[in-house]
């Protein structure tokens, strides 16, 4: 029986995109993805490609469920990696693929990309990500508690209701050090790649594109 292989594209720089992702894309009958995601296998598609849109989501999962039972090899490319704020929970989430049903085909994500930038060892770190819809109460508690505790944050921002700017703000109201370190990593591996260093008190003043990871270093060596 066929399987929905969701692929994880790296963070946006073709030469981040792993061998097995492209064998994979090669292989495949229907391929759905981001625009941005698609142009990284220009040339490499055997089958048919559609655009991934925030609109047609639900849609395009549907039709990728219709083809997986029709045994046709479906590859649903997601940005970065699909198990960290990508689309492997969304798919979970639908309902309409059971989890035998899926193959997750690994990519690095940003935050890799920016640890890495960074040189920060991070299976210490505490990863979070407020990427998804409204965020509540109890993320942001974590995340404070996280930051009292003296770890060390690599988190994806939300660009409508927790920017890095509010995130800086609300970090300040329940006790945070207002010189820890902050870096924000924007556009990661991409040709505009910008990094900047400040700290909580100075993030309130800056404004940062959409692509963009916040890392709250607690030690700055």
């Given at each position: 029986m066929a399987k929905l292989d969701?692929?994880?594209?790296?963070?946006?720089?073709?030469?981040?995109?792993?061998?097995?992702?492209?064998?994979?894309?090669?292989?495949?009958?229907?391929?759905?993805?981001?625009?941005?995601?698609?142009?990284?296998?220009?040339?490499?598609f055997r089958g048919e490609q559609i655009v991934l849109t925030a609109k047609n989501l639900q849609e395009l999962l549907k039709k990728a469920a219709q083809a997986v039972k029709a045994d046709k090899r479906v590859v649903l490319l997601s940005t970065g990696d699909p198990g960290f704020s990508g689309l492997?929970?969304?798919?979970?989430?639908?309902?309409?693929?059971?989890?035998?049903?899926?193959?997750?085909?690994?990519?690095?994500?940003?935050?890799?990309?920016?640890?890495?930038?960074?040189?920060?060892?991070?299976?210490?770190?505490?990863?979070?990500?407020?990427?998804?819809?409204?965020?509540?109460?109890?993320?942001?508690?974590?995340?404070?508690?996280?930051?009292?505790?003296?770890?060390t944050i690599l988190l994806l921002p939300n660009q409508r209701n927790f920017t890095p700017k509010d995130i800086a703000i609300f970090l300040l109201k329940t006790g945070a050090d207002p010189k820890t370190p902050v870096y924000v990593c924007e556009n990661i591996t991409l040709e505009n790649e910008k990094i900047t260093k400040t700290t909580i008190e100075g993030t309130v003043d800056l404004s940062f594109g959409s692509l963009c990871v916040m890392i709250i270093k607690q030690t700055d060596n």
């Open positions: 969701i692929v994880g594209v790296g963070p946006g720089l073709a030469d981040y995109v792993t061998p097995a992702a492209r064998k994979t894309v090669q292989q495949a009958d229907l391929v759905i993805g981001a625009q941005r995601s698609l142009a990284l296998f220009l040339g490499e492997l929970h969304t798919v979970l989430e639908s309902g309409l693929f059971s989890v035998d049903s899926i193959q997750v085909v690994p990519g690095i994500s940003s935050i890799q990309a920016c640890a890495a930038r960074l040189n920060i060892s991070w299976d210490t770190a505490r990863l979070f990500t407020f990427h998804e819809g409204k965020v509540s109460d109890d993320q942001k508690s974590k995340l404070s508690s996280a930051v009292q505790c003296n770890h």
